[in-house]
């Protein structure tokens, strides 16, 4: 398919224009769709943008990272709600080679976001990252409106190094623009 061809779908009326992704195609996957959110119209932890994850376990989002065999590493990021009237529960299935933690949101009067993380031993080269929503969601104000947990701040690190393999939103954001891409 063509990198250069644009999405037409779009999942909300708020979703703000889709660039051509630069990144090479292959390195992320999903076979639903994810909405790309920004903080113009919706809750983000940090920066302009996060990905909302909708569809369960159709709407998976993977990557494969650099790691060092038989190395210890942290998946950490961040996890909310986008402030679109999404019913809770809120979870995601985290994935981080063969390690798999379900983690819940759970709303704090102080902030829409925490932060979570999944220790894992690398058994090779390369490891996959995953991520997929527990439950099938929609808002409180629109029971066909698809919404769910908001993933965001992804980090790998080696544990006990401050070396990010892939920092801050550089992942999440690869993940992201090759989903809304062909």
């Known amino acids: 398919m063509d990198v250069q061809k644009r999405v037409t ?6 979703q703000p ?3 051509p992704s630069r990144c090479p195609v292959g ?23 996060a990905i909302e994850l909708l569809s369960g376990k159709e709407g998976i989002i993977s990557q494969m990272v650099e790691t060092k065999p038989n ?3 942290r998946l950490t990021f961040s ?11 809120l979870a995601v299935m985290a994935f981080a080679g063969d390690q798999a933690q379900n983690i819940h949101y759970t709303p704090n009067s102080n902030s829409t976001f925490q932060t979570a993380d999944v ?14 929503s527990v439950y099938y969601n929609t808002r409180t104000d629109d029971m066909s409106s698809l919404c769910g ?10 544990s006990g190094s401050s070396r990010s393999v892939v920092g801050g939103l550089g992942l999440i954001l690869i993940m992201g623009y090759l989903l809304l891409v062909y």
């Open 9 to 14: 779908r779009h999942t909300s009326s708020h």
């Open 119 to 132: 220790n894992f031993t690398a058994k090779a080269d390369r490891t996959r990252v995953a991520f997929y």
């Open 79 to 89: 996890l909310g709600q986008a402030g679109d009237a999404c019913k809770q529960p």
């Open 27 to 49: 390195s992320s996957e999903s076979n639903r769709a994810v909405r790309y959110i920004d903080s113009y119209h919706f809750s983000v932890p940090g920066g302009k943008r």
């Open 17 to 19: 224009r889709r660039r």
């Open 149 to 158: 947990p908001v993933v965001d701040d992804v980090r790998v690190e080696q």
């Open 71 to 73: 190395k210890p590493y």
